[in-house]
Antibody
Framework: QVQLKESGPGLVQPSQTLSLTCTVSGFSLTSNSVHWVRQPPGKGLEWMGGIWGDGSTDYNSALKSRLSISRDTSKSQVFLKMNSLQTDDTAIYFC??????WGQGASVTVSS | DIQMTQSPSLLSASVGDRVTLNCKASQNINKNLNWYQQKLGEAPKLLIYYTNNLQTGIPSRFSGSGSGTDYTLTISSLQPEDVATYFCFQYNSGLTFGSGTKLEIK
């Protein structure tokens, strides 16, 4: 069955770079898009960006200058890198296949 | 960018009530709209895709409708397990979530 699992550091210092990995199973990255969505504590959902089956990417215009999404199809992994983190980047970060199936989320706190 | 406005932000209703949640887009989104349910501490779950298509495994008391800029999620008979926050999501131009409607039992 389709599964996604996010992994990464729970704590990141301000101004540093966040690196998250989404490991997937049950589907092919070359046939499906994978997106990153985040949710600050007590707030709504924000689409961050995605990588399509052909490897092209799209980003939220508000995050585009800080965000990079890539993948390794041989390892069934999708990567998120976001630089210049601030405290308001504290959130649960989800990866999702086609905005249908979702991972459980990874909690990231930005604090010194 | 397309903005999605959900109303009300908080809805309190009784078990068995018919409830309606609204989502308004800042421009025509051609029915390219999904609805998600998110329970506390969980990932969002897809309920409805392309305005009115029920995702597999979702109870038939959930339904969606709309066109143009105005869309609705209806729960025909509210159940205790429906307590959650509901988000609409457009994918017509860019990808944007609404701000959510929190549904409580009265």
């Amino acid at each position: 069955q389709v599964q996604l699992k996010e992994s990464g550091p729970g704590l990141v210092q301000p101004s540093q770079t966040l690196s998250l990995t989404c490991t997937v199973s049950g589907f092919s990255l070359t046939s499906n898009s994978v997106h990153w969505v985040r949710q600050p504590p007590g707030k709504g959902l924000e689409w961050m960006g995605g990588i399509w089956g052909d490897g092209s990417t799209d980003y939220n215009s508000a995050l585009k200058s800080r965000l990079s999404i890539s993948r390794d199809t041989s390892k069934s992994q999708v990567f998120l890198k976001m630089n210049s983190l601030q405290t308001d980047d504290t959130a649960i970060y989800f990866c999702t296949r086609e905005l249908g199936a979702w991972g459980q989320g990874a909690s990231v706190t930005v604090s010194s | 960018d397309i903005q999605m406005t959900q109303s009300p932000s908080l809805l309190s209703a009784s078990v068995g009530d018919r409830v309606t949640l609204n989502c308004k887009a800042s421009q025509n989104i051609n029915k390219n709209l999904n609805w998600y349910q998110q329970k506390l501490g969980e990932a969002p779950k897809l309920l409805i895709y392309y305005t009115n298509n029920l995702q597999t495994g979702i109870p038939s008391r959930f339904s969606g409708s709309g066109s143009g800029t105005d869309y609705t999620l209806t729960i025909s008979s509210l159940q205790p397990e429906d307590v959650a926050t509901y988000f609409c999501f457009q994918y017509n131009s860019g990808l944007t979530f609404g701000s959510g409607t929190k549904l409580e039992i009265k």
